[in-house]
């Protein structure tokens, strides 16, 4: 199993507020991406295998934004 701190292996903001992060996971494997605001409350925004890359366009929506990828057998 991969440890979570090595899911997530680059991020990047750019000009018109997106961003952006690569989901490592272990390749062929699924994982999700989940935002929460308030680290108690989790929103699933995407299923898909790994490795993959992720942009959120909504993050100007939202004072703080946390996010989180986990594997989903």
Do not use: C, E
Not at 28 to 35: E, I, K, T
């Amino acid at each position: 199993m991969v440890d979570a701190g090595q899911r997530i292996q680059t991020k990047h903001g750019d000009a018109d507020n997106n961003f952006s992060f690569t989901v490592a996971g272990v390749p062929g494997y699924n994982d999700a991406v989940q935002a929460s605001t308030n680290l108690m409350d989790w929103v699933s925004l995407l299923t898909n295998t790994s490795p993959f890359t992720f942009t959120d366009t909504n993050t100007a929506s939202f004072p703080q934004q946390f996010y989180r990828s986990i594997y989903t057998p």
